[in-house]
C-alpha cells in the first residue's frame, strides 16, 4: 500500500498526528486493514497527506506501543494480530430507562431515622481534613489494619468505656463501612449454623440483613422492660439480637434484672450470644446515662455494635464492633485476610475529632438541639393526650404516640398524608403481625422548632376530627 487517504481536519483542535493514528486504528478495528497488509512508509504518506514525516512517525509509533502495528527492519510497518486486544466499545449502550417509584410529597416528614445536619461542623472536619492531607503522606493512602487503625479503634475504646461503661481493647474492635457490612462481617464470623432471635417489634433493616444472610430467624415479643427471655427459650434460639439501652422503635430501657436474665441465658450453653445494637445512646434527656449491656458481661457472650452515623453524619458510613475473646480468636485464626472497607483518611479524620474534643462538644451541642425540639413536640401534642399517651420519651431521637380509642392505625396515617404530613406506624417495626391498639412514631431529629409546631397543629387538626 502506497497510499492512505485520511480526511485531516486541519483547523481541529485535535493534532493532526492523532486524526491519523485514530483513523489507522478504526480502520485496523472494523476489519478495513487486515493482519499482514503493508502500510505507507512514513515519507510516502507525508508526502500523499502534506503533512510532515514526524506527524506519521509519532502516529506509527503509538500504533505500535497499542500493538496494532508491527515493525520490521527494512521491510516497514505491517498490521499487527489484534484478536488478543483489549478493546473499548466506542458505541454507546442501549439506554434503560430506570422505573423510579413514584416519591410522595409532604411539607413536613417525622422520620425516625433523621439527623440534624445543619448543625454538623463543616468547618472543623475541613479543618481536620486538610491537616491531615498537608502532609502528603504517601502512608495514608496504602492499605491499612484490616481490623481499622490502631490509633481509630483506641481512641474508640476509650469513648466506648468513659461514655458507655463497655470492658474492651483496642485489639477486640473491627472497624467497618456501615452497620451492614459489620453484620455480614459478624456472619462470617459466627457461621450459619445459629437461630436468631429478634425483638419484635424491631429494628427491619438488621433482621432484612441477617434473614437474607441465611439465619433462620424468629420473633421474640417485647414488654414494659424490654425482650422476654422466656421466648428465646421457647424459640431454641441461640443468638438474640437486642437494643437493651433504647429498644427500637419503642424506646423501652431494659432494667438492670432483666439484662441479668439475658447474660443468664446466653450463659446456660456453649455457643450462645446476644448481639448488643446501641444505636443511639448518646441521645438521653433525663436521668443518668444506661450503661451498656456488654459492660455487665463477664463471661464473653455479649457482641457490641456501634456507629457514627446518627452522631455524626449517616454519610460517614463508620461502624464497629466488639468482639468477645473467643470470637476475635477465630476472627484472627480464620478472617483477618479480610481488609477493611474503610479508607485510612476517613478513619483518622474521626479518630482526631474524638481525639482533640470535636465530637464531645458537638454530642452536647446535637444533644441540647434535640432536647429542645423534643420538649417542642411534647408540648405541642397536649391537645391529642385524651385519645392517645406519649411513650418512648426523654431518649433517642423519636417518641410514639399509642391510640386507645381504637382508631387504626392506617387511617391515622392517611389522615395525616392528607394534611401534608408523613408519620410512620408501629405495624412496619413487627416481625409478625398482630391486632395491636394504633401506634404512630414521630422522628423529630431533622425537623426545626417552627415545623413541628406547625406539623403537629395540623395532626391536631386532621386527627381531632376524627
Request: proline share 4%; glycine share 6%; aromatic share 10%.
Amino acid at each position: 500500500m502506497n497510499e492512505l487517504t485520511i480526511d485531516l481536519k486541519t483547523h481541529s483542535k485535535v493534532p493532526l498526528y492523532e486524526q491519523i493514528y485514530e483513523h489507522i486504528k478504526t480502520e485496523i478495528r472494523r476489519g478495513k486493514l487486515s493482519y499482514g497488509e503493508k502500510l505507507p512508509s512514513t515519507r510516502a504518506l507525508s508526502r500523499h497527506l502534506e503533512v510532515s514525516r514526524s506527524t506519521i512517525e509519532l502516529a506509527y509509533e503509538q500504533l505500535l506501543s497499542e500493538g496494532y502495528l508491527e515493525s520490521e527492519p527494512c521491510r516497514g510497518y505491517f498490521v499487527a494480530q489484534i484478536e488478543e486486544l483489549y478493546q473499548l466499545s466506542a458505541e454507546k449502550p442501549a439506554v434503560v430507562e430506570e422505573k423510579q417509584e413514584k416519591q410522595e410529597k409532604y411539607r413536613f416528614d417525622f422520620t425516625p431515622n433523621g439527623v440534624d445536619l445543619k448543625s454538623f461542623p463543616y468547618n472543623v472536619w475541613r479543618k481536620l481534613s486538610k491537616d491531615i492531607l498537608i502532609d502528603d503522606r504517601t502512608e495514608l493512602f496504602r492499605s491499612g489494619d484490616s481490623q481499622g487503625e490502631y490509633g481509630f479503634r483506641n481512641a474508640i475504646c476509650n469513648y466506648l468505656y468513659q461514655a458507655r461503661g463497655v470492658h474492651c481493647t483496642p485489639e477486640q474492635i473491627l472497624i467497618g463501612a456501615g452497620s451492614d457490612y459489620i453484620l455480614m462481617l459478624l456472619s462470617i464470623i459466627l457461621g450459619k449454623n445459629h437461630r436468631i432471635a429478634f425483638e419484635d417489634p424491631t429494628y427491619k433493616q438488621a433482621y432484612h440483613v441477617l434473614s437474607g444472610l441465611g439465619y433462620e430467624t424468629v420473633p421474640a415479643p417485647v414488654d414494659k422492660n424490654g425482650l422476654r427471655v422466656d421466648a428465646l427459650k421457647m424459640e431454641n434460639a441461640d443468638i438474640a439480637y437486642v437494643t437493651p439501652s433504647h429498644q427500637y422503635p419503642t424506646g423501652i430501657v431494659m432494667p438492670l434484672k432483666r439484662r441479668l436474665e439475658l447474660l443468664r441465658w446466653a450463659n446456660e450453653k456453649e455457643g450462645r450470644f446476644i448481639i448488643e445494637d446501641d444505636y443511639d445512646s448518646e441521645f438521653r434527656y433525663k436521668g443518668k446515662p444506661i450503661p451498656a449491656l456488654q459492660g455487665y458481661d463477664s463471661d464473653e457472650k455479649v457482641i457490641y455494635l456501634g456507629t457514627f452515623s446518627k452522631s455524626i453524619a449517616p454519610a460517614i458510613r463508620l461502624s464497629y464492633m466488639v468482639l468477645p475473646v473467643p470470637l476475635l480468636k477465630k476472627y484472627r485464626e480464620n478472617y483477618r485476610f479480610i481488609n477493611s472497607t474503610v479508607s485510612k483518611v476517613d478513619q483518622l479524620i474521626v479518630q482526631k475529632f474524638i481525639e482533640e474534643g470535636y465530637y464531645e462538644r458537638h454530642l452536647n451541642k446535637t444533644r441540647a438541639l434535640y432536647k429542645n425540639r423534643h420538649d417542642v413536640l411534647i408540648e405541642a401534642l397536649k391537645p391529642l393526650l385524651g385519645r392517645c399517651r406519649i411513650s418512648g420519651e426523654h431518649a433517642g431521637v423519636h417518641l410514639l404516640l399509642n391510640f386507645k380509642d381504637g382508631t387504626s392505625e392506617e387511617f391515622l396515617i392517611r389522615k395525616a398524608k392528607e394534611a401534608g404530613v408523613r408519620v410512620y406506624g408501629m405495624s412496619q417495626y413487627r416481625i409478625e403481625t398482630t391486632e395491636e391498639p394504633a401506634t404512630i412514631l414521630l422522628g423529630y431529629a431533622n425537623m426545626s422548632e417552627e415545623d413541628i409546631k406547625e406539623a403537629v397543629n395540623l395532626l391536631n387538626q386532621c386527627w381531632t376530627e376524627l
